[in-house]
């Protein structure tokens, strides 16, 4: 793309006079990028199903780090994912828990073209601006600080972004507690096996099981595990108590083939 920039001339007039940036066009460039990933950001917080607490969404990253920051975006089968930790609980528990977040495919495939086409033209337009400022390095989160003014992604900003589009779609802001609440209330209402099944089987085994560890996922059929990974996926448990996981020798502690596919029915249930 920025060859493009470069060699068609209708776009190089519009960038560059006589061989220097037009840096009033670069900037408004710039403001529709964090236009893009202002929606970007409702986009995926409204539509991952349980929405993810907002410092965990705006620390996914696109790639490793040289901090040991691992990237936590991938495609599995075709959907895109996004990948958190869930620490609550961790200091009684001595576990991390991996939570997946499976995205419809429509938002999926804007965060595929945004990471493969749009991010690596931006940082190189980037390099124009920073010739007016000191030179900031190149961040690895999908959410960066604004190229501009450096202002940084918060749960704040993600608040206000929410309540806009939400009073422009809804005629009534919601705030990101209210729209947590809700999204949860509509899974344990309308998406959780006992609401889908006339045997309501996910409310019985929990009844009959009494005082049982209800995390103890190892133990948890398919039915009840749907609900259970809503849970997860929400940033809360169905108790304080974990377990150990069985996994591959080739994954990460705290996640296994099987949850995986279990977050990805969790998830796709939402679509």
Known sequence: MHRRLRQEARLAKEFFQHGAPRMAKIDSYM????????KLSVAVHICDKQPARTPKLLS??????????????FIED??????????????????VKIIHRYLPRDIGELVVWYLWLMLPFVEQIELYQDHRREK???????????????????SERLRDDLK???????????NLVAYRDIAISISQRYMRPSNRFPSNAHQDDRTAEGQKDADEEGDMGIKKWAGHAADLQAAHSSHMADMIYEREITEQPGTTAHRRQLFRLSSTDWH
């Open 78 to 95: 075709g959907i895109m994912a996004m990948v958190t930790s869930y620490h609550k609980g961790f200091y009684a528990s001595n576990d």
């Open 60 to 73: 996914i990253r696109h790639k490793n780090t040289h901090s040991e920051g691992h990237r936590n975006v």
């Open 136 to 154: 900031m390095p190149r961040a690895a989160y999908i959410w960066p600080p604004d190229p501009d003014t450096q202002r940084a992604w918060s």
């Open 31 to 38: 403001r529709r990028v964090v236009a893009f990933r202002r």
């Open 164 to 174: 806009h589009k939400t009073g422009r779609a809804l005629e009534r802001p919601i």
